[in-house]
């Protein structure tokens, strides 16, 4: 086995001629320095079921396509909350890649911008489950409240009615 998880051996590729293993490293190197230490725990998350899908993740995803030069981290950030909201269903990645936006340097006001202009094309349901794990990443890093005071204030009540309704529920 090697580093970087998977079972078969480095092979030379066709592209520049990198070794497997040395397109994982620099997958790593680029998810670290996107993802800070959240990024780390993805390919030893799939070891023990897809090793092949977590060296995937790092080595073409991260090292192939995060490490290209033509758009900025925080440029990729935006393009990947919105394709994430589009595609619903994706809240554990959707905070993944908020933490990351920020981390990027993009603001909250600036994440939950996006967000909103997702409604316009993806719809309300899926922007509004993306709005919550931002807000639910937000309160982690303790950024909330966010924004200017709005015609909304003083609807606490309902607001926590709401949040209630659209929390997760185990069945």
Not at 1 to 6: P, R
């Amino acid at each position: 086995m090697t580093t970087n998880g998977s079972t078969s051996s480095p092979v030379l590729l066709a592209s520049g001629g990198e070794t497997r293993d040395e397109r994982f490293e620099r997958g790593l190197k680029a998810l670290n320095d996107i993802h800070s230490r959240s990024g780390q725990g993805v390919a030893p998350a799939l070891a023990d079921i897809s090793p092949e899908l977590g060296h995937s993740i790092v080595a073409w995803a991260y090292g192939d396509i995060y490490s290209r030069p033509n758009l900025a981290p925080r440029d990729r950030q935006l393009v990947t909350l919105g394709m994430l909201t589009a595609l619903g269903g994706c809240e554990a990645e959707l905070e993944i890649h908020i933490n990351a936006s920020l981390n990027v340097g993009l603001s909250p006001d600036e994440i939950i911008e996006a967000l909103l202009q997702s409604a316009v094309y993806c719809g309300i349901p899926r922007s509004l489950n993306a709005t919550m794990a931002a807000k639910k990443i937000f309160a982690e890093r303790g950024l909330l409240p966010l924004g200017a005071p709005s015609a909304l204030d003083g609807l606490d009540e309902l607001g926590a009615g709401f949040a209630a309704e659209a929390a997760p529920r185990e069945e």
